[in-house]
């Protein structure tokens, strides 16, 4: 009965919340503060952590400022995946892929694309995701690129990415063994502008799945690895790190031992707050914790 009475205190909390289209700040039993009405769930922080926060106003909406094209509110546009295979025109070294790749996800991160690229014998294949103009118009400027010449393989709409943590996902298929890969299909030895993928698109989507799914365990490692170091560097230098997140979220490092994601516009409700948060918080400082 306790549980679902705190529950239903929590619910009505969120309710008046959102009925005046506001925010409600309460103190938790153990100390922490909790604010409602920014997300569906109160986010509760404690005193050390809310004011940490607020100190770094400035840089949040720097960050929102600099990234503002690539960050997610309510209304979002519609996704979309193309995927092309292209013949090259000009001899490509390892040089020249390795600076073609560098190339692509500098664009990518900027542009808020995620894919995946495929190389062998001077073929390319190539999907791209993310929202509809944003793909159509990065294609136009690769299709206008004399060093190659291809053909959309297919084009469709997705509900949410397939390679949502790759600017752009690369694998070299001259120096890799398909015949070991799970999922592995004699097609898979074709070259990557082979006929039969733009007649049959199904197997242009089988064969980056395989890819995909190759590289999934390492990708999660190397994505963990990265989070965890930026803690630790950040707890280093007592700092805050803001970085761009899935589906165009802020995260901000620094400030627990989990990144604190939100959108763009929850953020700047937060901001828009401040001096209610400041206040709650020197009006109840005796109930509050510190602790992290």
Same mark, same amino acid.
């Given at each position: 009965?306790? @549980?679902?009475?705190? #529950? !239903? #205190?929590?619910?009505?909390?969120?309710?008046? $919340?959102?009925?005046?289209?506001?925010?409600?700040?309460?103190?938790?039993?153990?100390?922490?503060?909790?604010?409602?009405?920014?997300? #569906?769930?109160?986010?509760?922080?404690?005193?050390?952590?809310?004011? %940490?926060?607020?100190?770094?106003?400035?840089?949040? &909406? @720097?960050?929102?400022?600099? *990234?503002?094209?690539?960050?997610?509110?309510?209304?979002?546009?519609?996704?979309?995946?193309?995927?092309?295979?292209?013949?090259?025109?000009?001899?490509?070294?390892?040089? +020249?892929? @390795?600076?073609?790749?560098?190339?692509?996800?500098?664009? *990518?991160?900027?542009?808020?694309?995620?894919?995946?690229?495929?190389?062998?014998?001077?073929?390319?294949?190539?999907?791209?995701?993310?929202?509809?103009?944003?793909? +159509?118009?990065?294609?136009?400027?690769? &299709?206008?690129?004399? #060093?190659?010449?291809?053909?959309? =393989? =297919?084009?469709?709409?997705?509900?949410?990415?397939?390679?949502?943590?790759? $600017?752009?996902?690369?694998?070299?298929?001259?120096?890799?063994?398909?015949?070991? =890969?799970?999922?592995? $299909?004699?097609?898979?030895?074709?070259?990557?502008?082979?006929?039969?993928?733009?007649? +049959?698109? $199904?197997?242009?989507?089988?064969?980056?799945?395989?890819?995909?799914? /190759?590289?999934?365990?390492?990708?999660?490692?190397?994505? /963990?690895? %990265?989070? &965890?170091?930026?803690?630790?560097?950040?707890?280093?230098?007592?700092?805050?790190?803001?970085?761009?997140?899935?589906?165009?979220?802020?995260?901000?490092?620094?400030?627990?031992?989990?990144?604190?994601?939100?959108?763009?516009?929850?953020? !700047?409700?937060?901001?828009?707050?401040?001096? &209610?948060? %400041?206040?709650?918080?020197?009006?109840?400082?005796?109930?509050?914790?510190?602790?992290?």
């Amino acid at each position: 009965m306790e @549980a679902e009475l705190e #529950r !239903l #205190r929590a619910e009505n909390t969120q309710l008046k $919340s959102k009925a005046k289209g506001g925010i409600v700040l309460k103190a938790t039993p153990k100390g922490a503060v909790s604010l409602y009405g920014i997300t #569906r769930s109160p986010i509760t922080l404690n005193k050390g952590q809310w004011l %940490r926060i607020l100190a770094s106003e400035a840089e949040v &909406e @720097a960050f929102i400022s600099e *990234n503002d094209s690539k960050l997610a509110t309510k209304e979002s546009m519609r996704l979309i995946s193309l995927m092309y295979a292209s013949s090259a025109t000009v001899h490509f070294s390892e040089q +020249d892929l @390795a600076a073609l790749l560098n190339k692509a996800r500098e664009n *990518n991160l900027r542009l808020g694309i995620t894919g995946l690229l495929l190389y062998k014998n001077g073929e390319f294949m190539q999907a791209l995701e993310g929202e509809e103009n944003v793909v +159509d118009q990065l294609y136009c400027r690769i &299709e206008q690129d004399s #060093r190659h010449t291809g053909a959309v =393989l =297919l084009r469709e709409i997705i509900e949410k990415p397939r390679f949502p943590d790759w $600017s752009m996902g690369f694998t070299n298929l001259q120096s890799t063994n398909t015949r070991q =890969l799970p999922g592995y $299909s004699p097609f898979m030895d074709e070259p990557l502008a082979w006929p039969g993928f733009q007649e +049959d698109p $199904s197997k242009v989507q089988k064969l980056f799945a395989v890819f995909s799914g /190759h590289q999934a365990d390492r990708l999660a490692q190397l994505e /963990h690895l %990265r989070a &965890e170091n930026t803690q630790l560097k950040n707890k280093d230098k007592g700092g805050i790190v803001l970085k761009l997140g899935e589906k165009g979220t802020i995260c901000m490092y620094g400030i627990g031992q989990f990144a604190v994601t939100l959108n763009k516009e929850q953020w !700047l409700r937060i901001l828009a707050s401040a001096s &209610e948060i %400041r206040a709650f918080i020197g009006e109840n400082d005796s109930k509050l914790s510190t602790k992290e």
